[in-house]
């Protein structure tokens, strides 16, 4: 597969003159997926069930929902109705099964992701672009290029929203070289036919038809049939069955496919650098016209600091970090060296539920002081509010970060939420760590031009000797022993395993907290789990601590990410997970590197048996884990925040 190019083609909206394209396309040899709906709410008319049953009889057919919803904008219920019922109506306008989905809009929430897995469709594209590689998530299928004659602020603006830099800069700035449609088209296809991958073209038959493109086509589709043999030629459905074939037949082939996850973060920080050092610009000088750039956050985290210095080195911005406390007391963190100017302010907060509320004044003071251009504010305890406020007094742009997810604030108060909604009505832009903060975001309305991410995440590399270490432990919890992380349950599903299996099981809990003398009770009367308590590990420890495991646990009952998740994919750990984390659905996968369930002991204890006595699911978990978290890396997650910083200004 290394170097050979794949060609497919889908397109979306079930309109009419989808039976053109499909003309076009068996012209010159190509296959084509038409993800269609029943109906259209926006008014387009769409194909009649005896037009899509025939053109069915050549090509693959997809849902689209029952009549294009956009699944953001519905309930959970309608959501599933419209995936459910595309399915089945089609199915019994074609008269035999329907395996493919596509997300009106081109995006789904880990939520609608579940309902599609669960309506049992094999696959579900989305309008993600300029990927070549196989999809290791069948869910989540990528495209190249949607055949329109975008602006390039466009491509950009998508490529800066959708991360993954890294692996998709190249083919960008191939797009960016010229506006012309056909240019680009040959360009990329060039591209992939020398290097290998998948090249995914996607579109709507209407637009064709909108700015005229059919003769553009048909020279396209010449070019394209010139140039990729008939073996190449597949359907978004066999595209996905190559993934799938190849993950576990072919493990050593997909590793070697572009994008190969071992280098990922290379590619990252290179090509993340490269802009930054594009010519004419002077690395890790700032200019005196640099805008200042301050951060209030309550204290310095070991997955944030890194991030810190490398926002520091872009010579774009003069970043400052103010931070409302050294330390929290239930947090004992080792921290690398800061390489970027902070403030610590007076001590003074108060604790709610466990939960550390922070009130200081003096960040007025230390505002004024510095006198920024942009505010980033990293929560609403007062202390954040008072910098706000701030921003808005001295006509400062003010951006919002948050690691919160629509799970994690469903139980706010109506004070809280309001509060919320004036800070945003009156921010630039919005920094998210996740897809499940950009939702929460859209959730008060927030438009997707203004959302930026920036990823909670480790230093990846430091994990991949882990992969490969001696095995001493069946199953491992990390992170604080506290309540919300439900440490007690990793014991309760430890013993059932030994029942299950027939042998002893050990498990090893890393870290400290209020719950720990419970929890050591609990083990000293465990009847057949071996549990071995290593207490708070340093950031040197922990590779060595996710290598000597086979499984990680991760019970929680609410975490708006989960950093600890970071560390065991990157460690090639399959993970068992509750649904309650932010890291679902993206890093953490249910039947790609996971197993999501509720927290329950027989399901959970179910899912250990399979891994621990399935090798070969075990495999292609353990593979698909670093490739998940491999775009997740330092340089991604300062680059987001180097972006809507300059777009607040822009």
């Not at 989540?140 to 991360?163: A, D, E, L």
């Not at 911005?317 to 239930?330: G, L, V, Y």
């Amino acid at each position: 597969m290394e170097n050979q190019a794949i060609f497919t083609t889908s397109w979306d909206d079930g309109h009419p003159l989808d039976a053109r394209v499909a003309a076009l396309l068996s012209r010159h040899g190509f296959q084509g997926t038409f993800y269609m709906p029943l109906s259209n709410r926006e008014g387009l008319p769409v194909m009649p069930p005896g037009e899509m049953r025939r053109l069915g009889q050549g090509f693959e057919i997809g849902s689209h929902t029952i009549d294009h919803c956009y699944l953001k904008t519905v309930g959970a219920a309608e959501a599933r109705r419209q995936i459910v019922g595309g399915k089945s109506q089609i199915e019994q306008i074609l008269g035999h099964r329907v395996s493919g989905f596509c997300y009106p809009g081109g995006y789904g929430t880990p939520e609608h992701r579940q309902m599609v897995v669960d309506a049992g469709y094999d696959y579900a594209r989305t309008t993600a672009n300029f990927f070549r590689t196989l999809s290791v998530d069948p869910f989540r299928m990528p495209t190249m290029i949607q055949y329109c004659n975008h602006k390039r602020r466009v491509f950009v603006r998508n490529f800066i929203r959708q991360g993954e830099w890294g692996p998709r800069y190249d083919l960008l700035r191939i797009a960016l070289r010229s506006s012309d449609l056909l240019f680009r088209l040959r360009a990329l296809l060039d591209y992939v036919c020398l290097h290998g991958g998948v090249f995914h073209l996607w579109g709507h038959s209407w637009e064709l038809e909108a700015f005229d493109g059919w003769r553009q086509m048909d020279n396209f589709l010449r070019y394209a049939a010139e140039r990729i043999p008939a073996g190449g030629r597949l359907s978004n459905r066999e595209v996905q069955q190559l993934a799938l074939r190849m993950a576990v037949e072919q493990p050593g082939v997909v590793d070697s496919l572009p994008g190969k996850i071992p280098l990922i973060e290379d590619i990252v920080t290179h090509s993340h650098n490269e802009i930054r050092q594009a010519p004419g610009t002077a690395a890790h000088t700032k200019s005196q016209f640099a805008p200042k750039v301050v951060l209030v956050t309550n204290i310095p985290a070991p997955y944030r600091v890194p991030v810190y210095n490398r926002i520091a080195a872009d010579s774009r911005i003069d970043f400052t970090a103010i931070f409302c406390a050294e330390r929290e007391p239930n947090r004992p963190w080792d921290l690398e060296p800061f390489k970027f100017k902070s403030v610590v302010l007076r001590e003074s907060f108060a604790t709610l539920h466990g939960r550390f509320i922070h009130n200081n004044l003096g960040v007025l003071r230390q505002l004024k002081a510095i006198d920024p251009d942009v505010v980033i504010t990293s929560g609403f305890n007062p202390t954040h509010l008072y910098a706000f406020l701030y921003a808005r007094l001295h006509g400062c742009k003010h951006i919002c970060w948050t690691d919160g997810t629509l799970t994690s604030e469903r139980n706010l108060s109506a004070i809280h939420k309001r509060v919320r909604r004036i800070v945003f009505r009156r921010s630039a832009a919005f920094i998210g760590s996740s897809d499940g903060s950009f939702d929460l975001y859209r959730s008060y309305g927030i438009a997707n031009e203004r959302l930026f991410k920036s990823h909670l995440c480790v230093d990846n590399r430091r994990f991949r000797h882990a992969r490969t270490q001696p095995k001493r432990y069946d199953l491992l919890f990390c992170g604080r022993l506290v309540q919300v992380k439900d440490p007690l349950f990793a014991i309760d599903v430890a013993e059932r395993v030994t029942a299950l299996l027939g042998r002893r099981v050990s498990l090893l809990f890393v870290g400290s907290g209020e719950l720990e003398s419970q929890l050591r009770a609990s083990a000293a009367s465990a009847t057949g789990a071996d549990v071995t308590f290593h207490g708070f590990a340093s950031q040197a420890e922990l590779p060595g601590l996710y290598g000597s495991a086979r499984i990680f646990l991760f019970p929680t009952s609410w975490d708006p990410w989960g950093v600890v998740l970071n560390e065991a994919c990157a460690a090639g750990l399959p993970v068992i997970a509750t649904p309650f984390a932010g890291a679902v659905g993206e890093i953490v996968q249910d039947g790609v590197n996971a197993f999501v369930r509720n927290p329950d002991v027989e399901e959970w204890a179910a899912a250990a048996q399979r891994l621990l006595t399935d090798e070969q699911l075990y495999e292609t978990f353990a593979r698909n884990s670093p490739q998940l978290v491999a775009g997740h890396t330092y340089a991604a997650a300062a680059a987001g925040v180097i972006d809507a910083s300059l777009a607040a200004l822009a």
